[in-house]
């Protein structure tokens, strides 16, 4: 194992009587990444972070935080997790301030300093003394991203994250999130719905289906799989199998897009041109072309429907 | 586990249902005690009234439909009266530690408001989603399982001395302080007449009664950890309380009814030389009920540490 790596899942599964949720994950979290967790709705994404906090029981193989099994040496494993899983539920009767003693009595030397601490940091000093009841979503959210944070975590483990939050509230976490993985070295497992906000937060992402890991790479790498650029042509719909021959000349592959009318070239900008002298010398009339950037969406989707 | 304990109180107390009961159980002890208030007994006249009552006890003995828990209750009675009578022993005067021997219904009240509290305990964390937040820290599952049990069996605790520190305020109002060393006559397990201090009586009746009050809360525990539904788990408790209550007449026929946890729970049947069966004996009562709240909490202990929380 390597020096830096934080977690480690060797062969994790779980099954529940004959159904397997989660199968065989094996793969490796270092120390300051972003690692950004997709999947679609009951990929096993949910089942796979509650299996790394030790809620739910791995059923083959394991899960090692900073190098202690989850299962076998939980309390070891689980002081250098700071985690949200799904919502943020936090006692609603009790103060933010409250809630906050009540985990540091949990964890071993928070001092009253610390705790002021985050709480500065999440932007929450003016409500803290407050009922959480009284909390909207996004104070909720910062609340729960405190209490993630007050033992020092090695890894921070967070369920869609930004739900809630508003647009500020999001960059607000993103900056601070990629601050915590770059400055101070902490893994943070990021899962969430927001292929956008990942894009922009994670430095390496898996792609969870079915259960398995189907893709694991850097967020670059990830994007820009079969090459970076694409150049996107909006056509008349009906002349689409015409100008798709055409293009098999200057193209060994033309792809469909989402839209109909539209046409995907894994070309580059200064293919531009060539195209659009061969579309319009044989009389297609072009209402758009131009380079489009791929978006994880774009790579999420792909993936996703080409084993589904 | 001081932390752990720390927190779980911390909850109970900041939450309003628990001053609203707490204050319910205030207000039904002073209700209690203001209702229970007794004319000053005439001290020269003893003779006269402690005559009429034997008079009264053996009219009563002569009614053939008399349940037995009555009649058992008449004839101990009776025997008290005629011996205050041989022995010229005049009844004692009102003061609180005797009325305090009287409230000990009140227990019930107690048995109600920790069942609602350890209903909740386990099966509220789940249901407002919390558990998952409090399992995720450096402690194992027994001992947060345990820190709660511990802080409900305090809350229980600290009930039954609101409940023993009100109703002795309030008698206190009425009849004094009262002395610490005032006896009463009361009958020991072989039906002989002794004489014995009645604030011992008050701490023995109250202190014991922690056993059935914590075997009522730990029924609650344990359905509010194996079902996670604070609801069912208060409704089920209160079914058995109710149910238990009626028991214990039937206890008196059918011998196998006494090693349930019901016959077992009211200690003033002790005090008051009442077994629900003649071999019954108090330390029977509080082995049986230690051997069910044993067998419960294990249950709760292993399906907690073992399940899995997918909720």
């Known amino acids: 194992m ?41 990929a096993g994404k949910t089942t796979t972070i509650r299996m790394m906090v030790g809620l739910v029981k791995i059923s083959e193989g394991d899960i090692f935080i900073k190098g202690c099994s989850i299962s076998r040496q939980f309390k070891q494993a689980i002081r250098h997790v700071g985690a949200i899983v799904e919502n943020p539920d936090l006692y609603k009767y009790l103060t933010g301030w409250q809630n906050l003693k009540h985990y540091a009595r949990m964890a071993s030397g928070i001092a009253k300093s610390r705790i002021e601490e985050v709480v500065e940091l999440v932007g929450l000093k003016d409500r803290i003394h407050d009922r959480v009841g009284t909390y909207s979503l996004g104070m909720r959210q910062r609340l729960g991203i405190a209490q993630a944070l007050l033992h020092r975590p090695s890894l921070l483990v967070l369920d869609e994250p930004t739900n809630g ?46 259960g398995k890991l189907v893709r ?93 | 586990m001081i932390g752990l304990i720390v927190n779980e109180s911390m909850k109970i107390y900041s939450r309003r249902l628990t001053w609203i009961l707490l204050a319910v159980l205030v ?23 402690t005559t009429q009552l034997v008079q009264k006890y053996e009219e009563r003995l002569k009614i053939t439909e008399l349940s037995p828990v009555l009649r058992a209750d008449a004839e101990n009675k009776l ?42 305990i386990v099966a509220g964390e789940y249901a407002a989603g919390t558990m998952k937040l409090l399992l995720i820290r450096p402690h194992s599952r027994t001992g947060i399982l345990f820190s709660k049990y511990i802080a409900v069996s305090l809350f229980a605790v600290v009930m039954l001395l ?49 056993i059935p009050v914590m075997s009522y809360v730990t029924i609650a525990f344990a359905i509010s950890t194996i079902l996670r539904n604070s609801v069912l788990a208060i409704g089920i408790s209160l079914f058995l309380m109710i149910a238990g209550n009626s028991m214990i007449e039937a206890t008196a026929r059918f011998a196998w009814l006494k090693y349930l946890p019901f016959a077992n729970s009211d200690i003033s049947l002790y005090i ?25 909490t294990w249950i709760s202990w292993i399906v907690f540490r073992k399940r899995d929380v997918s909720i």
Request: overall charge negative; glycine content about 6%.
């Open chain 1, 2 to 42: 390597d020096q830096t790596t934080v977690v480690q899942f060797h062969h994790a599964t779980k099954k529940v009587g004959r159904r397997t949720l989660v199968s065989d994950l094996t793969f490796e979290i270092p120390a300051g990444e972003v690692f950004g967790f997709l999947g679609p709705n009951g």
């Open chain 1, 165 to 210: 939050l508003d647009p500020a509230g999001i960059h607000e976490l993103r900056h601070y999130l990629k601050r915590l993985a770059h400055e101070d070295g902490v893994a943070v497992f990021v899962s969430s719905h927001l292929l956008s906000e990942m894009q922009l937060m994670c430095d390496r992402v898996g792609v969870l289906q079915h």
């Open chain 1, 216 to 308: 694991i790479e850097t967020m670059q790498d990830f994007v820009r799989h079969n090459g970076s650029s694409r150049i996107c042509v909006t056509i008349e719909p009906s002349s689409i199998e015409h100008a798709r021959r055409l293009l098999a000349a200057l193209s060994n592959e033309v792809l469909p897009a989402s839209k109909p009318g539209q046409l995907l070239l894994p070309l580059s900008r200064e293919d531009i041109p060539a195209v659009s002298k061969l579309l319009m010398d044989a009389g297609i009339p072009i209402y758009s072309i131009g380079m489009q950037e791929r978006t994880l969406e774009d790579r999420f989707l792909e993936i996703t429907e080409d084993t589904g």
């Open chain 2, 27 to 49: 207000a039904i002890t002073i209700g209690t005690a203001v209702n229970g208030r007794e004319s000053i007994v005439n001290q020269a006249d003893w003779r006269t009234e």
């Open chain 2, 79 to 120: 025997k008290i009266a005629k011996y205050r009578l041989d022995n010229e022993l005049p009844p004692p005067a009102n003061h609180p530690w005797h009325a305090l021997l009287h409230t000990s219904g009140l227990i019930e009240i107690v048995i109600v408001l920790a069942i609602i509290v350890a209903a909740d």
């Open chain 2, 162 to 210: 609101l409940l023993v520190a009100c109703g002795y305020a309030v008698n206190a109002l009425f009849y004094g302080a009262g002395s610490v060393s005032a006896t009463d006559l009361f009958l020991n397990r072989q039906g002989q007449v002794i004489q014995l201090n009645v604030m011992l009586q008050v701490v023995k009746l109250y202190g014991l009664s922690l």
């Open chain 2, 272 to 296: 008051f030389h009442l077994p629900p069966r003649p071999e019954m004996t108090l330390s029977f009562s509080l082995t049986v009920l230690l051997v069910y709240i044993a067998a419960l």
